[in-house]
C-alpha cells in the first residue's frame, strides 16, 4: 500500500464557513462541496477551478450524487428541503424538491444505482422516495422507528447519520446517532439485524460501505472508528481517532482503494489513512487550515 501515498493536488478557496459535505462525482471529474455557508461549489478535479457556484439558501448536511446520471445531485438541507439539481441549476419549484411531507432537517441520502429509489434520513424519520415524473419525488414507504435499547445514553434522540442501499434496493442499511445500525428489508419493513456498539463508541458519526458491500466503517464520537463486517455484532478491526476539544463532533469516514484502506477525518484538521483489514497507519494528511485536493 506504500505505493498510493498521497499528495497535495490543489488548494481550492471558495467557502465562507464550515465545508460539511464532499462528494466526487460517479467518474470523479468533479467535486461537489457544500456547507453551513449554504453554498454548493461544483468543482473541476483536474484544474482546481470551479464549475459552478450556486446559493441554496440553508445549510447543507447531506449530499449523493445519482449514480445513473453524470450531472445529477442530491442535497439534503438544515431547513427540510431535499433539493435535486441537474446540470447545476437549481430551483425551489416544486418539481425539484423531494415531496415527504415532513419538515426537519435532513441528515443523510443514499441512491440505488438499480431501482433510483432515493432514502432520506430526515428528523427522527427515513424516507424512501421514487421519481414519479421527471424531476419529481415523492416518499412511497417510511421506514419505522428504532426501540430504545436497554442501556440508552442520556441522549436518545432518534436521528440517522448515514444510509446505504444493498441488495438491489431491496435493503437499507441505517446508522443512527444513539440507536446502532440497522439493516431494514424495505418490502416488509421488518429489522433483518442490529448491531449495537458498546456505550463508549455508541454515538455515530458517520458510515461508509465499501465498494463490495461487504464492510461498513463506522466513525464514533469518542475514539476513532470501528470496522464490521456486514450483520456481525463485534468489529473486525478498530482505528484511534481520539477526539481533544471535549466537544462530540462527528468524523467523515471513506473507503479507499476499492476497499482496501480506510480514511478518516479529525477535530485537529488532519486526515488519516489506515490499511482496512491490518489497521496498519499508512498516512496522515496535514492542511493547515486549507481546503485541499490530495491525489496519488
Known amino acids: ?5 498521497y499528495s497535495v493536488h490543489k488548494r481550492l478557496s471558495g467557502h465562507l464557513n464550515s465545508i460539511s ?24 478535479t483536474s484544474t482546481g477551478t470551479i464549475r459552478n457556484q450556486i446559493t441554496i439558501l440553508s445549510p447543507i448536511y447531506a449530499m449523493v ?17 431535499t433539493l435535486l439539481i441537474d446540470r447545476f441549476e437549481v430551483t425551489y419549484r416544486t418539481h425539484h424538491e423531494v415531496l415527504t411531507g415532513t419538515v426537519a432537517p435532513v441528515y443523510a441520502l443514499d441512491v440505488d444505482a438499480v431501482t433510483g429509489y432515493l432514502a432520506i434520513g430526515i428528523g427522527s424519520e427515513v424516507h424512501i422516495a421514487r421519481e414519479i415524473s421527471v424531476y419529481a419525488f415523492v416518499t412511497f414507504t417510511i421506514l419505522p422507528e428504532p426501540t430504545n435499547l436497554s442501556d440508552m445514553l442520556p441522549d436518545s434522540r432518534v436521528r440517522s447519520r448515514s444510509v446505504h442501499f444493498l441488495k438491489k434496493g431491496t435493503r437499507l442499511i ?12 424495505l418490502k416488509s419493513r421488518d429489522m433483518l439485524w442490529h448491531i449495537v456498539p458498546p456505550l463508549s463508541r455508541r454515538q455515530i458519526g458517520y458510515a461508509a460501505l465499501s465498494h463490495n458491500a461487504r464492510y461498513l466503517i ?60 491490518s489497521g496498519e497507519h499508512l498516512q496522515t494528511l496535514e492542511h493547515n487550515g486549507l481546503y485541499a485536493l490530495f491525489q496519488q
Not at 441505517?174 to 428489508?185: E, K, M, T
Not at 456481525?232 to 481517532?241: A, G, M, Y
Open 218 to 277: 463506522v466513525s464514533n464520537m469518542n475514539i476513532g472508528m470501528n470496522l464490521y463486517a456486514l450483520g456481525e455484532k463485534e468489529p473486525l478491526q478498530s482505528f484511534l481517532q481520539p477526539t481533544n476539544t471535549g466537544i462530540n463532533f462527528p468524523l467523515g469516514v471513506s473507503f479507499l482503494h476499492r476497499g482496501r484502506a480506510v480514511v478518516c477525518g479529525s477535530q485537529t484538521g488532519s486526515v488519516k489513512i489506515w490499511e482496512t483489514l
Open 65 to 81: 450524487w445519482d449514480p445513473r446520471y453524470k450531472s445529477r445531485l442530491f442535497c439534503g438541507c438544515e431547513n427540510g428541503k
Open 21 to 44: 459535505c464532499l462528494q466526487f462525482s460517479p467518474k470523479g471529474h468533479l467535486l461537489a462541496s457544500s456547507g453551513d455557508d449554504g453554498q454548493l461549489i461544483i468543482w473541476e
Open 174 to 185: 441505517v446508522s443512527y446517532l444513539n440507536h446502532g445500525i440497522i439493516c431494514w428489508d
Open 1 to 5: 500500500m506504500q505505493e498510493n501515498l
